[in-house]
């Protein structure tokens, strides 16, 4: 069965630190991974997948297959960047199926 | 412009009527699916439909029906509600050969 885990369920940080939202995953196959982002008063919308290696509002994630982990960072986090964050997995071969897991939700508040 | 709609936004019901939440897409999309939102467990998937008139269950099925019979509509049918479905739902939509997904507004159903 494919799982995806987000420690934590709320991460505050101030303006310019770093950040790292947390995400490990779980499933036999070769797994594709993405992250979603929901900001107040908007839909849930794709920030990025590790397919692509892109850098989407200075944020970037490296699939690790040895750690099953595809964390979220960004060098320096801006106040606009407050969201609920999630991680999501998506079945081999995958873009066939329908299936797509999701974690359990980060939300991310950056202080001024 | 292309998007997702649901119907209604909110939603207040009694345990054991019956309900329906509408879900449309005008982006011809094959894939659609709902989710159900809930503090602490993330998004999780109810059901989902490859095309028109295939459909195939999502972690947290029971207690839900879906009907495919058009390729933009995707309704989720509550038969006999129950208050531990008071949850915000999503509906969400994308094509084949991508995992990006368009998702809706939400619909926040409270059953009393």
């Known amino acids: 069965a494919q799982r995806v885990t987000q420690p934590e369920k709320l991460l505050s940080v101030f303006k310019g630190a770093p950040v790292e939202l947390k995400c490990n995953y779980s499933?036999?196959?070769?797994?594709?991974l993405f992250w979603y982002v929901q900001y107040s008063r908007q839909r849930l919308q794709l920030l990025l997948r590790?397919?692509s290696r892109e850098s989407i509002k200075g944020f970037t994630a490296d699939l690790n297959k040895g750690e099953t982990s595809f964390h979220l960072k960004k060098p320096f986090a801006q106040e606009e960047d407050s969201a609920m964050y999630y991680c999501?997995?998506?079945?081999?071969?995958?873009?066939?199926?329908?299936?797509?897991?999701f974690g359990q939700g980060t939300i991310l508040t950056v202080h001024p | 412009e292309a998007q997702v709609t649901q119907n209604p936004r909110y939603l207040i019901t009694v345990t054991g009527k019956k309900l329906t939440v509408t879900c449309s897409q005008n982006?011809?999309?094959?894939?659609m699916s709902w989710y159900r939102q809930d503090p602490g467990l993330g998004l999780r998937q109810i059901y989902y439909?490859?095309?028109?008139?295939?459909?195939d269950k999502g972690d947290v099925p029971e207690g839900y029906k879906v009907s495919r019979k058009e390729k933009r509509n995707f309704p989720l049918i509550l038969e006999s509600p129950s208050p531990n479905q008071t949850s915000l739902y999503f509906c969400?939509?994308?094509?084949?050969?991508?995992?990006?997904?368009?998702f809706g507004p939400g619909t926040r159903l409270t059953v009393t």
């Open positions: 439909s490859m095309n028109v008139e295939v459909t």
């Open positions: 590790h397919i």
């Open positions: 999501a997995l998506g079945r081999d071969g995958g873009t066939s199926y329908g299936k797509l897991t």
């Open positions: 982006m011809n999309h094959e894939y």
């Open positions: 499933y036999s196959g070769s797994p594709e």
């Open positions: 969400a939509s994308r094509n084949s050969g991508t995992y990006e997904q368009y």
